[in-house]
């Protein structure tokens, strides 16, 4: 008879704190950190988190409704609850990476937001996920942005996010770890001694043990993948874009596809507006995770007055900080149609793969029910400011119009 160890951890995890201090032990330290990202004093990367502990609830004693719902749309897209997966660059940190967080958002209903700078090909993930969205980055000419559209379009991408909140500001505080330009033989022996305390982590890569550093939704046709750098590099070296290259993109999106564009990275009333303006159906209030200009105010303090200016106008989502779904209750409440996660889920895929991010989405709908439970609501439409007690000054008007 098999006897069970009756002490073998359960992989399974009761919140994202279990779940980081698990991809921490896991994984070898430059990649833990990688994950960690921020920039420069870490300021609005706490922020975004602390934020929402600023905000308290008002629970009902009695009285509360048996049924709740919160299904909803993004960008055309029926979602079974309001997060939808942010797009992260770093997925390489297991074998299946984006592959992974594809399957378990389709799993759970949701869509999976994919990285230019994925380690997976669009045409993998929008083969597990129907509802993926592919970003994009200004990089790269014209004609070379419109063949990634394109390539994404004919993959079955629903959507286009333009990521355009990045300032290259590269230092950190803390120490940013190395990542190698490329991992072969040389760099594995290099790296040996971060790596070889987690031979777990490292023996998941299969026969060569080796991740990925590419970038292969940047390829040109026919052509090899850039390494990371050689896409960093790329980027580093596009003139940034104007808002009529924004209106450029979408109409580009619009002609190829007929499907919906979203701006992520608005922190400000008056770009809000300019978004609106070139055409955008949906924006992300998103700092960028704390990973640009450090001291921009948490998101959910920007949140309130972006969605009273345009939220009549377009979709607006809110992504940055959130990490149980009382967070994703007081988002919607302050304006957003939906949230987007970022470390949530990479703590989850470092944590267990594809269960840990399927864990991390069950956490957070356990934790929009148990709000709107607290709350008597039966609904998340039914979500408003005024059900919160909010501190005066919580709100953030950025670049309101004159
Ligand atoms: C490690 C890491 C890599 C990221 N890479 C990208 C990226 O490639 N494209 C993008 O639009 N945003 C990227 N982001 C930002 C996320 O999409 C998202 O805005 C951010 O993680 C939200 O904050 P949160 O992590 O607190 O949820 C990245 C964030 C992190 C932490």
């Known amino acids: 008879m098999k006897v069970e160890n009756p002490w073998k951890q359960n992989p399974w995890f009761e919140s994202v704190a279990v779940a980081q201090q698990r991809a921490r032990k896991r994984l070898p330290a430059p990649v833990y950190a990688a994950l960690v990202a921020g920039s420069e004093r870490g300021l609005t990367l706490r922020d975004n988190e602390a934020a929402f502990g600023e905000i308290g609830f008002a629970p009902h004693v009695a009285g509360q409704q048996a049924e709740r719902s919160m299904a909803t749309t993004v960008m055309g897209q029926d979602i079974s609850l309001p997060v939808v997966i942010s797009p992260t660059g770093v997925q390489a940190v297991h074998p299946d990476g984006e592959v992974a967080v594809a399957r378990a958002a389709a799993a759970r209903g949701t869509v999976m937001g994919l990285s230019n700078f994925a380690s997976k090909s669009v045409e993998e993930v929008c083969a597990v996920n129907d509802r993926t969205f592919f970003q994009m980055y200004w990089t ?8 990634r559209m394109d ?61 990925d550093l590419t970038a292969p939704n940047l390829a040109p046709p026919g052509g090899d993948a850039p390494t990371f750098f050689g896409a960093y590099y790329e980027w580093m070296s596009t003139p940034p874009p ?3 290259d924004v209106a450029w993109m979408r109409e580009q999106w619009e002609q190829m596809s007929g499907k919906p564009f979203m701006l992520k990275g608005v922190c400000r009333v008056d770009d ?26 948490a998101s959910i303090r920007m949140l309130k007055p972006v969605a009273d200016a345009v939220g009549e106008q377009l979709e607006v989502l809110l992504d940055g900080g959130i990490r149980r779904g009382s967070d994703v209750v007081k988002a919607l409440a302050l304006g957003a149609r939906s949230v ?21 989405l069950d956490i957070l709908r356990g934790g929009i029910d148990s709000a709107l439970l607290g709350m008597g609501l039966s609904s998340i439409d039914e ?3 005024g059900l919160f007690d909010i501190p005066d000054g919580f709100h953030r008007t950025l670049g309101a119009p004159a």
Do not use: C
Not at 340 to 360: C, P, S
């Open 140 to 147: 790269g000419d014209r004609d070379v942005m419109i063949q």
């Open 151 to 211: 390539r994404a379009r004919a993959a079955g991408a629903q959507g286009l996010i333009a990521t355009l909140d990045w300032s290259f500001s590269m230092g950190r505080d803390w120490g940013s770890p190395e990542i190698p330009e490329k991992i072969d033989l040389k760099t594995m022996i290099r790296m040996a001694p971060k790596v070889a305390t987690k031979p777990r982590w490292l023996w998941q890569f299969g026969p060569r043990h080796i991740p």
């Open 242 to 244: 104007s808002w009529q």
């Open 272 to 297: 809000a507006l300019r978004a609106v303006d070139a055409g955008a159906d949906a924006i992300s209030v998103s700092n960028h995770g704390g990973n640009n200009l450090d001291g921009t105010p």
């Open 340 to 360: 987007m996660i970022g470390r949530a889920y990479l703590w989850g895929l470092g944590a267990n793969g594809q269960a840990g991010v399927e864990n991390v």
């Open 383 to 385: 979500l408003h400011p």
